[in-house]
């Protein structure tokens, strides 16, 4: 090939983007271009930042959203091992039941309460925790019993798209009664 022929096929970008390469520098420019840049902004671990209306953070070097639910998740997900004992926590039904209570595997929560009967402070123990859950299912019933008092008569929707409300059914007042009565009982039972 002659010269000329070199000098029609390359332009001086060309070339100087082969110098670039041969010399190590991939990363610098063969030509100026003008126009928008986008603004970036270097994040580290653990910010948290606002963008196009969601919240976001960086955990364990991945871009993440921030969620309402987020607190949620990290109560009722059971960790790889144990925070008492740091042994592995396997996630078979006793391990999840233990962790939903205690916090801690099976085998840190049978160690603990046969502590508890060695001092004998298991009754003590075992009654408290009975109590604790006869009053969240008060409470429970409560709810429901409220949301009963309270409700309104239904409305639906048909087939043919006509608004239908269906009369008839008022929360009746001696048995509203009576469940608060029963709720009045449970509380005040002693285990």
């Known amino acids: 090939m002659s010269e000329s022929q070199l000098q029609r096929e390359f332009d001086e970008r060309d070339l100087q983007r082969m110098r670039n390469i041969i010399t190590g520098n991939t990363a610098n420019a063969t030509r100026i271009q003008t126009g928008y840049q986008k603004k970036t902004i270097e994040r580290k671990e653990g910010d948290v ?17 921030v969620t309402k639910h987020d607190k949620l998740r990290k109560l009722v997900k059971m960790p790889f091992s144990c925070p008492e004992c740091k042994k592995a926590m ?4 006793l391990n999840k039941k233990m962790w939903t209570i205690h916090k801690k595997c099976f085998d840190c929560v049978i160690e ?13 123990y075992a009654k408290k925790m009975m109590n604790a859950n006869k009053n969240t299912f008060a409470d429970d019933y409560e709810a429901a ?4 008092e309270n409700s309104q008569p239904d409305t639906y929707v048909s087939e043919a798209g006509d608004i239908e409300n269906w009369v008839g059914g008022k929360p009746n007042p001696e048995i509203i009664k009576a469940l608060k009565a029963n709720i009045k009982q449970i509380r005040e039972l002693e285990l």
């Not at 396997?90 to 039904?93: E, I, Y």
């Not at 019993?145 to 009963?148: M, R």
């Open 49 to 65: 930042w606002e963008e196009n209306g969601k919240k976001w953070t960086i955990k364990n070097g991945l871009k993440q959203t």
């Open 112 to 124: 603990y309460e046969t502590k508890l009967k060695a001092t004998g402070e298991y009754e003590e």
């Open 145 to 148: 019993v409220k949301e009963y």
């Open 90 to 93: 396997k996630a078979n039904t």
